[in-house]
């Protein structure tokens, strides 16, 4: 361990430290403006997958700046399309939830602790909700305050519109009662343990996104496990395979994507949206996503007439 006495480096010299190290780069004005707007360390995490040795740092050769640039705008890109898919998830998942949650169980079940388990964290739960509530600014909330004195709460179908994606993916694996955690999964054909194992990577693969964080050669802490049964078809589709940590990268929440997209919407451009952007960049590797080299030939990936 030594302290930290490093200066700050200005543009100028960043650009000169890459290019000591080996960088190609063909327009010296135009990489300067970049790094100008894109943190060193935000790129870098985009041109390390071309080092090849770590220390001292040494880029294979004919790395160039234009490659790593083309990657980043790329997994902006990407982002975008993955958050746009998310949002239409998940507000199809706070519906079922909430509609089978009322049905069964009464419009403020979620204010009873017999059906959540542990009882802690529902607490947790609930304290957080009413802490949301207490914040909303949404027009159905102050009705719901300025017309009824009891319960305390408005009904699950107003209260879940102001969970997080987080706090919804957190109800749902507290939900007690087998028949209704199935009722909401059955709706988009999974089995209930699988469903709750998506909700948490969906959350974790919205917060990437959200936060502007890197997906491309990403490996994910929070994966999806490899269906035994539902969705049926599904696990053929995606790649598993552990010894190129394929299991941990994007390719099959991609997949998971495309088939969430299918059950909710009765027709949709983001299945072809998406090839297109990847066939777009075809110097990009998809490997590094976890792509198989037949990804274009499974059924996931066919362009729906």
Request: with cysteine; proline share 5%; hydrophobic share 40%.
């Amino acid at each position: 361990m030594k302290p930290f006495n490093k200066p700050p480096k200005t543009f100028s010299e960043q650009l000169e430290i890459l290019k000591s190290r080996g960088m190609v780069v063909n327009d010296e004005q135009k990489a300067i403006f970049h790094l100008a707007q894109v943190n060193y360390y935000r790129l870098g995490a985009y041109w390390l997958p071309f080092e090849q040795t770590h220390s001292p740092h040494c880029f294979q050769e004919n790395t160039n700046f234009e490659q790593v640039w083309e990657i980043y705008v790329f997994d902006r890109e990407l982002r975008l399309l993955v958050l746009d898919a998310i949002e239409r998830i998940e507000v199809a998942i706070r519906t079922q939830f909430a509609y089978e949650l009322a049905h069964r169980h009464g419009a403020h079940a979620f204010m009873h602790s017999q059906y959540f388990k542990p009882l802690f964290r529902w607490e947790k739960l609930l304290e957080s909700l009413e802490g949301e509530i207490d914040r909303a600014d949404e027009v159905f909330i102050e009705h719901y305050q300025r017309t009824y004195d009891q319960p305390a709460l408005p009904p699950i179908w107003a209260s879940c519109e102001v969970m997080s994606f987080g706090q919804l993916s957190k109800w749902y694996q507290s939900l007690a009662p087998k028949q209704t955690r199935t009722a909401i999964s059955s709706h988009f054909d999974c089995d209930e343990k699988q469903f709750e194992g998506l909700l948490q990577h969906l959350v974790y693969l919205r917060n990437t996104c959200a936060h502007h964080s890197r997906l491309w050669n990403r490996k994910f802490t929070k994966t999806i496990a490899k269906p035994r049964n539902k969705p049926l078809g599904l696990a053929q589709q995606c790649n598993f395979d552990q010894k190129a940590s394929a299991d941990r990268k994007l390719y099959n929440s991609l997949v998971f994507l495309l088939y969430f997209m299918d059950k909710i919407t009765l027709q949709h451009t983001w299945r072809q949206r998406l090839i297109d952007l990847l066939l777009s960049h075809k110097n990009i590797s998809k490997a590094y996503m976890g792509f198989p080299e037949d990804w274009q030939t499974y059924p996931i990936w066919q362009i729906k007439q």
